[in-house]
Nanobody, 119 residues
Framework: QVQLVESGGGWVQPGGSLGLSCEASGCTFSSYDMSWYRHSPGKERELVETSTSAGGGSNYADSVKGRFTISRDNAKNTVYLQMNSLKPEDTAQYYC????????????WGQGTQVTVSS
């Protein structure tokens, strides 16, 4: 059973930085595309960034371009999201997502970690 455990959320003032981590277990991590999503009340869930199994990255949310960076360490089964220049509108529950590259029907989610940006 694939399990994803996020960590690193919390409260930060506008303009600050936070780093999120998502550790995977029960899978061949390098065979999964890993993504970060976020969801805040009243808004639809948003795909933030993806790190493909091949190591490429894709920034899907225009609102985070130039501020957020996804990375992964296959040796540690971990994907990261470095968030800089945080804004109040970045406040959300952030979720880690894993999709098996050989079959897109295998999709797994973490439990989420809250990020709150406020003064």
């Amino acid at each position: 059973q694939v399990q994803l455990v996020e960590s690193g959320g919390g409260w930060v003032q506008p303009g600050g930085s936070l780093g999120l981590s998502c550790e995977a277990s029960g899978c061949t991590f390098s065979s999964y595309d890993m993504s970060w999503y976020r969801h805040s009340p009243g808004k639809e869930r948003e795909l933030v960034e993806t790190s493909t199994s091949a190591g490429g990255g894709s920034n899907y949310a225009d609102s985070v371009k130039g501020r957020f960076t996804i990375s992964r360490d296959n040796a540690k089964n971990t994907v990261y999201l470095q968030m800089n220049s945080l804004k109040p509108e970045d406040t959300a529950q952030y979720y880690c997502n894993a999709v098996y590259k050989w079959s897109r029907s295998y999709v797994y989610w973490g439990q989420g970690t809250q990020v709150t940006v406020s003064s």
